[in-house]
Every structure is written in structure tokens, then in C-alpha cells.
């Protein structure tokens, strides 16, 4: 064996790149079969033998044998968001580090890249997540003045998610705050006799909240056959739909409580 | 005559929504909110159908055979497109009207109010998926040649 040789395939460092491609696209919102087929890919093109990869949204683990080296290694995934444009880079890399087998320090470098993209400036995705809220309350049949009550309830809404991301809160807990406060200015304008209709202003500003896209990749994930993943998507879409269902009803009914019914 | 002016707007709450989800491209948030609001257009149109799922169903049909297309001439993953384009055809108000109903404690129409929620939701996801478990295997016995953009 060729020990210290520079030009020999630096197998552990491809593993661990490998790797580390699956658990970034699992974290930036990829289908587990996406992310168990570009390690597998990865692997095979460098020439990996009887390679295993198995995902699941919580966790990766990968093992292959390279000549007489055996490797094995499990990544724990502790939450994942939806990043279309870093999705469609890791997938771009993952094809052309197929195709023309960098080494492992050219195929890091370009991983690097990808992990350090910025994303939309904050003020862009505040004024995304209001402009979300204000279409879709013109959408569902809402006056306009019920679209820019929902455009500073996104805000709203886009500020609590903020804060409970930095304070490391769950998803229940997060999207029945970020309900509460959807619902509550809405609720007290049309008390106060202004002429909003808060059912319209909450079922914009709702959209923001609800899971509507998971529910496909729960489909998705079923019929390519993971069922496991399936099962455990599902779950968080009804605890997050429950969530968002207790927020809004705890702000109504607390606020009928204070002022009384109207 | 049915109106098609939720349309437009469905194009600009997608467009949002591109932004949201971190699609960087103009070309994909454009191509994303044409496709949302174009399923949302035969959602409209398919009025005249007496089930509600069947109008969910095809109107996630019509989203995902455009993603599909998409993502071959954008080269991306289909799921960029899908994601966005699927949002305006989220059952939003009936779930608003299923928690509604559970304030106003009327149970009966608690249940059937959710359970619509779910079917449409249900409808949605198949129709969806459905389309990518097709292209999958037509890319599959196009062989190994074939581009990949699953």
C-alpha cells in the first residue's frame, strides 16, 4: 500500500465529504432519496465498494469499504429548513463531482461555497413574508384593507419566528406563539369597530404558517417508499397544524375573555 | 363566467413565497409563481366539476407536470418549483373555518369541516406526487441516458 503517496485518493476525506453533501441537502429540505442517492453516487464514482446509505430526517448513517479500508459514520440532522437555491447548488455539485472526480480538496472547497451563500437580506424576508400575507388575504377574497393589516400581521409573524429560532424553542411551541400574535391585532380591530374582517386578515396571514408544502413531500416520501420518513414528516405536520389551530383559538377566545363576546 | 383575477394574485403570494423559501434565480421565482398561478387558473376553470377533489387533485396535477418541465428546461430539482407552486392550493381557509367551528362548539360541523381539510389536502399531495413517481419511471425506461432531473 501506498502510504504517504500524494496522488493516491484520500478516501476518508471523500467519505466525509460525502457525507457531509448528504447532510447538507437533508438540512436545506431535500427528499430522503435524494440525499441516500448522491452519497451512494458520490461514493460509486470513486471507486467505493458494497456502499450503504440510509437517511431518515433525523439522522444520516453511510458505510463503504475502499480496498482493504472499511468506513462507516453516522450524521445526526437536528432540523432542516426549506432552501430552494442551496438545494438546487448541492444538487449541481453533486452531478459534476460525479462526472469529473475532483480531488477532495477541490470538491471541499466548492461544498464550502455553497454552505457560506448568503441568503436574502432580512428586510427581504420580512417584506416577503407580508407581501405572502397581503396576496394571499386579496386571494381568498379579503378587501384591501384586510390585505395590509395581513401585510404587518406577516411581519408580525415573521418577527416571532425570528426570536423563538434564536431561542432555540420546539416547532409546537414556536408556531403556537407565532399564531397567537397572527391573530390577536386582526381580533382587537375589528373589536374596536374598525372595518376589518378578521377571518379573511387570519386566513392570509395563516398561509404563512401552515405546512402546505410539506404535506407533498409526506406524499412524495410514501410513494418512493420511505414510509419511516413519511410517518415522521406527517407528525410534524399535524403537531405544527395543531399548533397553529390552538394559537389562533387561544388569541380569539382570550380576547373574548378580556372584552367580552362580539 | 368564472373570474380570474385570484390569479394574479396567486402569482405574487407565490412570488412571495419563492422569496421565502430562498429561491435565489429570477428565472425559477418566475417560473415558480406562472406555475402556481397557472394551477390555480384550472383549479377556476374546473368549476363546472361537482367534487371539490377532483378540481384539488387536478389543479396539483397541472402544478406538478409543469415542475417537471421546468425543472428539465431550468435544470434544478423539481422540488423548487413544486414547493412554491403548490402554496395557493393549501386548504388555508378551510382549516381557519374547522378551528372556527371548534370555538363556536359546534361539533358535527368540527368534524366535517376538518375531514374536508384533510381530503383536500390528501388530493393535493397525491396529485403532486403522483406525477414524479410517473416521470421517475418514464426516465427510468428512457434509460440510464436519459437526464435526471427527479
Redesign the interface.
Known sequence: MGKGNKNRLNEERIFNLSCEIGHRLLRN???IY?VEESIEHILRSYGFSRVEAFAVPSCIIVSADYKETHLARSVRVRSFT???????RL??LCRAICEELPDAEEAEERLLEIIRLP??PGW??Y???G??A???T???GGGLLDAVVAFFCGLLVRLVKVFMRKVDSNVFFANLIAAMFLAAPPVLLSLLGAPVRQ?MV???T???L?P??A??N???D???GDFLTALSRLAEVLII?AA??IG??MS??GIEALFGKF | MVSYV?CI??F??C???????????IR?LLAEAVIGAAAWAVFLALGHMGTEIGRYFFA?VTAAVLSEIAARVF???V??F???A?????P??N??H???Y??EGDTSMFAYQGLRTLEF??A???G???V??LARIVSIVRGPDAENYD
Open positions: 429540505g431535500a427528499e435524494r426549506e432552501n430552494l437555491e442551496k438545494l438546487s444538487n449541481d441568503g436574502y427581504a424576508e417584506l416577503a413574508c407581501a405572502g397581503f396576496f394571499f386579496l386571494f381568498w377571518d387570519i386566513i392570509g395563516l398561509m404563512l401552515v402546505g408544502a404535506i407533498t409526506v406524499a412524495r410514501a410513494l418512493v397544524t397553529i389551530a389562533i383559538l380569539i377566545s | 385570484s394574485y396567486a405574487f403570494a412570488l412571495a413565497f419563492g422569496v421565502i423559501f430562498e429561491a435565489k434565480k425559477c396539483a435544470k434544478a430539482p422540488k423548487v413544486l414547493l412554491v403548490i402554496v395557493p392550493l393549501v388555508g381557509a382549516l381557519y374547522t378551528m372556527q371548534l370555538i389536502a390528501a393535493i399531495a397525491i403532486g406526487s403522483f414524479s413517481s
